[in-house]
């Protein structure tokens, strides 16, 4: 785990919170951006992305305050940005995994990375970020509350 002090975040939080809020002096929020490595190997494994999530939602049950916490997990489905499968979309594979990220998050902790990369593209590793976020919000068989405040055809 690294920890840093200052850091910019990217699009996977300020276009969704622009789209809610509008301008970045504007957001009626307080956020805490949690970022996971994806990028260099290696990266975490389903399980520790499972662990953190239960973890994240213990530290927020332990508060003494009554909060309004919104978890999100950014990224996107599948897509590959460059090479020769740029423009990849496999609405099975994404909707596979959509279902099994509501009724069966346990089954995405043994899926290899290289089953996200091989099936969906380069950067569906990013749903890694998904899975944390759907563990952190609920224990496996509760329903997790989903919006989709910005749908794309």
Known sequence: MTLCYEM?????????????????????????PLHVNVVQYPVPSGQRCYDLGRAIRKAVESMDEDLN?????????????????????NKEWDNQFLNDLIANP??????????YVREAGSEDIELVMWLIARTAMCEEGEE???????ATP
Not at 69 to 89: C, K, M, N, P, Y
Not at 107 to 113: A, G, I, N, Q, R
């Open 144 to 150: 997790p509350i989903v919006k989709h405040p910005l």
């Open 8 to 32: 910019e975040v990217d699009h996977g939080l300020s276009v969704p919170l622009s789209v809610m809020f509008g301008d970045v002096e504007k957001w009626p929020v307080k956020v805490i």
């Open 106 to 115: 346990k089954k995405l902790v043994k899926k290899p990375h290289v089953e």
């Open 69 to 89: 916490v919104h978890i999100w997990g950014t990224g996107g489905i599948s897509h590959q940005l460059q090479g020769s499968r740029a423009g990849l979309i």
